[in-house]
């Protein structure tokens, strides 16, 4: 049982809006940033948001981040049929003294 | 580029030893924390230590303390993970990851695949 809760799966349409949720609790989300990841089937895991809402150069402006107390929120926007992928919240638990990952969510553009 | 290469991984029967390696390029290797970070088939990210540049702070997961030895050899940008008493469940690609201050891995290793069985 993940520390990070997300949903297993979410999907919608190409061109469409998705959101993938991610929730913690003040020792964790609610008290440090939160990163997430992009993992493409058989592939390493890719950062794709840091910091809640920073992205890394070569991340379109598609996907964003954010933070509101101890829940964060990943949107893509402009669905492709490429961004299908797993998706991973991440954040430092200051209680546990560990780095605590969500479930993953599982991406499908129908 | 910066690029992170693992080595290492393999069969091991349980209760065996395994040390696994990352080599590092294209960046100051001596100036960031590092990490290792696993996944079991079919499951998700389960982080299982770090290390802090100059070796001062070490951290494991509570699955993996006291059998899992971190380390790092700056004068040869590789980063270590010695285990010991290897579980079933310990099978899974081990991915070692850059670590940023804000708490964030990147990049990641292309992962090294652990398989614990008899």
């Known amino acids: 049982q993940s520390v990070l809760t997300q949903p297993p799966s979410v999907s919608a349409a190409p061109g469409q809006k998705v959101t993938i949720s991610c929730s913690g609790s003040?020792?964790?989300?609610?008290?440090?940033?939160v990163s997430w990841y992009q993992q493409l089937p058989g592939t390493a895991p890719k950062l794709l948001i840091y910091?809640?809402?920073k992205r890394p150069s070569g991340i379109p402006d598609r996907f964003s981040g954010s933070k509101s107390g101890t829940s964060a929120t990943l949107g893509i926007t402009g669905l492709q049929t490429g961004d299908e992928a797993d998706y991973y919240c991440?954040?430092?638990?200051?209680?546990?003294?560990?780095?605590?990952f969500g479930g993953g969510t599982k991406l499908t553009v129908l | 580029e910066v690029q992170l290469v693992e080595s290492g991984g393999g069969l091991v029967k349980p209760g065996g030893s395994l040390r696994l390696s990352c080599a590092a390029s294209?960046?100051?290797?001596?100036?960031?924390?590092m990490n290792w970070v696993r996944q079991a088939p079919g499951k998700g990210l389960e982080w299982v230590s770090s290390?802090?540049?100059?070796?001062?702070?070490?951290y494991y997961a509570d699955s993996v303390k006291g059998r899992f030895t971190i380390s790092r050899d700056n004068a040869k940008n590789s980063l270590y993970l010695q285990m010991n008493s290897l579980r079933a469940e310990d099978t899974a690609v081990y991915y070692c990851?850059?670590?940023?201050?804000?708490?964030?891995?990147?990049?990641w290793g292309q992962g090294t695949l652990v398989t614990v069985s008899s």
């Open positions: 990851a850059r670590w940023r201050s804000s708490s964030y891995f990147d990049p």
């Open positions: 294209g960046f100051t290797f001596s100036s960031y924390s």
């Open positions: 290390i802090s540049s100059s070796s001062s702070y070490i």
């Open positions: 003040s020792s964790n989300i609610g008290n440090n940033y």
């Open positions: 910091d809640n809402n």
């Open positions: 991440g954040t430092w638990d200051s209680s546990l003294s560990a780095e605590v």
